[in-house]
């Protein structure tokens, strides 16, 4: 299957630093990326979709200025977390869709994750 | 609101047996359903997938059911083994919501050896 590589798999940082969070696609061109965040026994949670040379759409209730998205290439996207606190302290992870979009050709391929501890 | 639902967190097998992971969903939109295998700090895993035009898709030991007039479905896994141990999502998604991906809570399975 596809492979999607996100970087860095750990971080810890201080409150108040910025944290930026690298998602790759290595043998595809993925030209939208999604953003999840995950809780301890709870569900993935959709933050973001990614789409390659346009601004990001949101989710409601994640703030825009707070996670930034910025997908520049065809293979990358990256989420930054500004000014981290505590309560940031998850566990992040990208996906990108491969397929036309039409019934059952479509899968999410995702990467490691990234579990963000601030402190 | 969650539209994706995985009633049983948690759920015990002895090797050998059948694992049966249930799902439920509100929206009778969703047309594609999705299951995914986590193991702890990890990236979820595909596994299988089924579109709303069949009710039954089989890979190897996995196979999913859908049964679409009670918005359920279900993964078998058959027979189970210890490296089956994992948290398990199911998925949904719906072309006129732009095809973007619920996911349920989740049922930790635990194959016993």
């Known amino acids: 299957g596809a492979v999607v590589s996100q970087h860095p798999s750990w971080v810890i940082c201080k409150s108040g630093t910025s944290v930026k969070i690298e998602c790759r696609s290595l043998?595809?061109?993925?030209?939208?990326m999604f953003w999840y965040r995950q809780f301890p026994k709870q569900s993935l949670m959709l933050m973001a979709t990614s789409n390659e040379g346009s601004k990001a759409t949101y989710e409601q209730g994640v703030e825009k200025d707070k996670f930034l998205i910025n997908h520049a290439s065809l293979t990358l996207s990256t989420l930054t977390v500004t000014s981290a606190h505590p309560e940031d302290s998850s566990f992040y992870i990208c996906s990108a869709r491969v397929g036309t979009g039409g019934l059952g050709n479509e899968k999410l391929f995702f990467g490691s994750g990234t579990q963000l501890s601030v402190l | 609101d969650q539209q994706v639902k995985q009633n049983s967190p948690s759920l015990s097998v002895q090797e050998g047996r059948i694992s049966i992971l249930n799902c439920d969903y509100t929206n009778s939109m969703f047309d594609y359903f999705l299951w995914y295998k986590k193991y702890p700090a990890e990236g979820p895993t595909f596994l299988i997938s089924?579109?709303?035009?069949?009710d039954k898709n089989e890979d190897g030991r996995f196979t999913v059911f859908l049964n679409k007039s009670a918005k359920h479905l279900s993964l078998h896994i058959v027979p189970s083994q210890p490296g089956d141990s994992a948290v398990y999502f199911c998925a949904a998604s719906a072309r006129n919501t732009g095809n973007q991906f619920y996911f349920g809570t989740g049922t930790s399975l635990t194959v016993i050896p």
């Open positions: 043998d595809f061109q993925a030209t939208t």
């Open positions: 089924i579109s709303s035009i069949k």
